[in-house]
Nanobody, 114 residues
Framework: QVQLVESGGGLVQPGGSLRLSCAAS????????MGWYRQAPGKQRELVAA???????DYADSVKGRFTISTNNARSTVYLQMNSLKPEDTAVYYC????????WGQGTQVTVSS
């Protein structure tokens, strides 16, 4: 079992920055994939960024060059640094990790508005 606790969401002006954190506990040695997804009102949940055990990363085209995913050395926490935020980045952001099954965080709201 893995438990996930997210933090770092909030309200920010366009062009601003936020950093999301997702702390994992439990069977963290089994985690081989950590990712961030988001879901805006009326839209499907979509992948934002992901990182696998070897360190390779993947980003949605809409966030490339603005967002960076990373982990701590223990790979127990995954971060999403979000820069140059746009109103269209407004969504609930969810942390997701894979072991032999999927685990999801509770979600954290990010609102980009002036």
């Amino acid at each position: 079992q893995v438990q996930l606790v997210e933090s770092g969401g909030g309200l920010v002006q366009p062009g601003g920055s936020l950093r999301l954190s997702c702390a994992a506990s439990g069977s963290i040695l089994s985690i081989y994939y950590m990712g961030w997804y988001r879901q805006a009102p009326g839209k499907q949940r979509e992948l934002v960024a992901a990182i696998v055990a070897g360190g390779s990363t993947d980003y949605a085209d809409s966030v490339k060059g603005r967002f960076t995913i990373s982990t701590n050395n223990a790979r127990s926490t995954v971060y999403l640094q979000m820069n140059s935020l746009k109103p269209e980045d407004t969504a609930v952001y969810y942390c997701n990790v894979h072991t032999t099954r999927d685990y999801w965080g509770q979600g954290t709201q990010v609102t980009v508005s002036s």
